[in-house]
Nanobody
């Protein structure tokens, strides 16, 4: 069982930056993929970005491509989400998730989830 803990959310103005962190309770192997998802009020949970701890491949949703960067620290089994040029529409609860092997964009493919961290972007 992998428990994930996110941190780094907050309230910022449009155009600002935030960095989210996701750390597992126990060190995970390079066979894991890590994903970031978000859920705004009244909307379904949506894919934001993912990375495979094995080879570092990354994937981004079109709405964040060029503004968000996912990175990893294999020594700490920690994944980060650098969010730049934030927009009000980025406001949501951001969740970190983990799965074995290759990353996907489907939330249901990820069995392990963090508790979420709130990101609020004011205009």
């Amino acid at each position: 069982q992998v428990q994930l803990v996110e941190s780094g959310g907050g309230l910022v103005q449009a155009g600002a930056s935030l960095r989210l962190s996701c750390a597992p309770s126990t060190r995970t192997s390079s066979a894991y993929s890590m994903g970031w998802f978000r859920q705004a009020p009244g909307k379904e949970r949506e894919f934001v970005a993912s990375t495979w701890m094995g080879d570092g491949r990354t994937d981004y949703a079109g709405s964040v491509q060029g503004r968000f960067t996912i990175s990893r620290d294999n020594a700490k089994s920690t994944v980060y989400l650098q969010m730049d040029s934030l927009k009000p529409e980025d406001t949501a609860v951001y969740y970190c998730a983990a799965k074995i092997w290759t990353p996907t964009r489907a939330p249901n493919d990820y069995p392990y989830w963090g508790q979420g961290t709130q990101v609020t972007v004011s205009s």
